[in-house]
């Protein structure tokens, strides 16, 4: 690796820990390729998700199923290898860890070595403890992700808000209780009531990261194909959109395609 003059050091799971300590808020996105991932590192994004939504953005399936473990292992090291300062967090996919926690460390550990990523992320509550745990005494940081866990498309029926009803709201702070026992460094909340997470990020000493989850929690993560505009269909309540990126891109494939019809594209300075 070459050395870079980077002013900022690294951020590890121990500086997210100071900084929901000292009430700074941590800033994350979704980062699936090397162009992308390091424009977002030269930003000076805290974390970079390596969201299991390429299986949704990238490669254009309905849900975030079929996304493969050696395809979460090929977006992640494309990511590490722009990535300077953020935390890379990767997502074990699909059918890599669930019911069965000697699958799951060998997933883990498969990610962590194949992919030079940081640390993983796992949907799921008191359900995957064991798994948790496993992959912890690898040494491996675990993030946990509750509330609506996209991988349980099929159990919930529907991208709804979770965790409205009392039950699921106490099941929730539970399960949140019990990943930080078990050692998770930091928790996803994702669609669940604004006071519900406020709760949830009083109540365990980890940091809480939220989608969704209103802004009283200790950082935000959104899709960075949603928030620059280039998914031009998804348009939830809680995606605040800071680019048309859809029309601009659009504007010059419009003018690109002109141009070459034309044949003013390329000029007399743009041929050798």
């Given at each position: 690796m070459s050395v870079h003059?980077?002013?900022?050091?690294?951020?590890?799971?121990?500086v997210l820990q100071e900084m929901k300590n000292r009430g700074e808020k941590i800033s994350m996105l979704t980062g699936y390729d090397f162009s992308m991932a390091r424009i977002i590192d030269t930003a000076g994004i805290d974390?970079?998700?390596?969201g299991d939504s390429a299986s949704?953005?990238?490669a254009g399936h309905e849900t975030t199923l079929p996304i493969t473990l050696d395809q979460m292992i090929y977006h992640a090291s494309s990511v590490v290898r722009a990535v300077e300062r953020a935390l890379v967090v990767v997502d074990m996919p699909f059918g890599a860890y669930q019911g069965n926690s000697k699958e799951a460390l060998s997933s883990a550990i498969k990610i962590m070595k194949e992919s030079g990523g940081h640390a993983v992320k796992m949907e799921g509550g008191q359900e995957i403890i064991e798994s948790i745990e496993r992959i912890l005494t690898a040494g491996i940081p675990v993030m946990g992700h509750l509330g609506l866990t996209p991988q349980s498309i099929y159990k919930f029926g529907t991208y709804v808000v979770r965790a409205k009803e009392e039950e699921e709201a106490a099941r929730l702070i539970e399960d949140a209780k019990a990943l930080e026992a078990a050692g998770c460094f930091s928790i996803v909340l994702e669609k669940i009531p604004a006071h519900l997470a406020a709760k949830v990020a009083k109540e365990v000493?980890?940091?809480?990261?939220g989608i969704g989850a209103g802004n009283g929690v200790d950082g935000q993560v959104l899709v960075v194909h949603d928030m620059l505009g280039i998914n031009n269909e998804f348009n939830p309540r809680f995606l605040r959109k800071y680019h048309n990126l859809y029309e601009e891109m659009l504007g010059s494939f419009h003018r690109y395609i002109e141009d070459v019809k034309s044949g003013d594209f390329p000029n007399e300075n743009e041929q050798y």
């Amino acid at each position: 690796m070459s050395v870079h003059n980077n002013k900022a050091k690294r951020v590890t799971t121990h500086v997210l820990q100071e900084m929901k300590n000292r009430g700074e808020k941590i800033s994350m996105l979704t980062g699936y390729d090397f162009s992308m991932a390091r424009i977002i590192d030269t930003a000076g994004i805290d974390v970079i998700l390596v969201g299991d939504s390429a299986s949704n953005v990238m490669a254009g399936h309905e849900t975030t199923l079929p996304i493969t473990l050696d395809q979460m292992i090929y977006h992640a090291s494309s990511v590490v290898r722009a990535v300077e300062r953020a935390l890379v967090v990767v997502d074990m996919p699909f059918g890599a860890y669930q019911g069965n926690s000697k699958e799951a460390l060998s997933s883990a550990i498969k990610i962590m070595k194949e992919s030079g990523g940081h640390a993983v992320k796992m949907e799921g509550g008191q359900e995957i403890i064991e798994s948790i745990e496993r992959i912890l005494t690898a040494g491996i940081p675990v993030m946990g992700h509750l509330g609506l866990t996209p991988q349980s498309i099929y159990k919930f029926g529907t991208y709804v808000v979770r965790a409205k009803e009392e039950e699921e709201a106490a099941r929730l702070i539970e399960d949140a209780k019990a990943l930080e026992a078990a050692g998770c460094f930091s928790i996803v909340l994702e669609k669940i009531p604004a006071h519900l997470a406020a709760k949830v990020a009083k109540e365990v000493s980890i940091p809480i990261i939220g989608i969704g989850a209103g802004n009283g929690v200790d950082g935000q993560v959104l899709v960075v194909h949603d928030m620059l505009g280039i998914n031009n269909e998804f348009n939830p309540r809680f995606l605040r959109k800071y680019h048309n990126l859809y029309e601009e891109m659009l504007g010059s494939f419009h003018r690109y395609i002109e141009d070459v019809k034309s044949g003013d594209f390329p000029n007399e300075n743009e041929q050798y």
